[in-house]
């Protein structure tokens, strides 16, 4: 059987999932940040070299706070397509570039990975790329929002390769890093 939705219950199928996706999105982001120990108070990020593009540190949170935010209303409008045409895989596409988001903080500040971080954001971006196409063929809008959120990620892998050149003794990525913790 098929039936038709009224657009007052396509609204309130997208609010639903609204509530649902942006809290969602937007504390696994947090929390993802908070467990690595990202940002400025973290000694070995302290102590690196600073790209010259390195925006001022409150910037990270307030851009990926409004990132997130349009991620959850992206993610809710491909969710609340239903019976639309590859969906699933849309939404596939969306949980594999974002559990690869949340992985660039731990690689980066607490593994202290540089080189992997940096790979990190290549692959996220090319998930992005996909993901904004199987968003776009469902609801072009969904694709649109994240638009912001690829040049973001774009920007952040120049910065991770910039961090890399200007500090490749302190990356950790092939097990040598130059911070040594002491314990006493």
Same mark, same amino acid.
């Given at each position: 059987m098929n039936y038709l939705a009224s657009s007052g219950q396509l609204r309130a199928s997208l609010l639903r999932w609204s509530l649902f996706t942006v809290p969602l999105i937007v504390a696994l982001g947090f929390l993802a940040g !908070? $467990?690595? @120990?990202? @940002? %400025? @108070? /973290? %000694?070995?990020?302290?102590? =690196?070299k600073k790209p010259a593009i390195y925006p001022p540190p409150a910037a990270f949170g307030i851009v990926w706070s409004v990132l997130y935010v349009m991620m959850g209303v992206s993610f809710a409008m491909i969710l609340s397509a239903r019976g639309a045409r590859g969906r699933g895989l849309a939404a596939a596409a969306f949980v594999v570039q974002l559990v690869l988001n949340l992985a660039w903080s731990? #690689?980066?500040? $607490?593994?202290? !990975?540089? #080189? @992997? $971080?940096f790979w990190i954001t290549? +692959?996220?971006?090319?998930?992005?790329?996909?993901?904004?196409?199987?968003?776009? &063929?469902? &609801?072009?809008?969904?694709?649109? =929002?994240?638009? %912001? *959120?690829?040049?973001?990620?774009?920007? +952040?892998?120049?910065? #991770? *390769? !910039?961090?890399? !050149?200007? /500090? %490749?003794?302190a990356d950790g990525a092939f097990g040598t890093s130059s911070t040594v913790r002491v314990e006493i």
């Open positions: !908070q $467990a690595a @120990g990202s @940002g %400025p @108070g /973290n %000694p070995w990020f302290d102590a =690196l731990p #690689t980066f500040f $607490a593994l202290h !990975q540089i #080189t @992997g $971080a290549v +692959a996220m971006a090319l998930a992005i790329v996909l993901t904004i196409v199987l968003f776009w &063929r469902i &609801r072009p809008v969904a694709g649109m =929002l994240l638009l %912001p *959120y690829l040049a973001w990620v774009c920007f +952040a892998s120049v910065l #991770t *390769y !910039q961090f890399l !050149q200007l /500090n %490749p003794d």
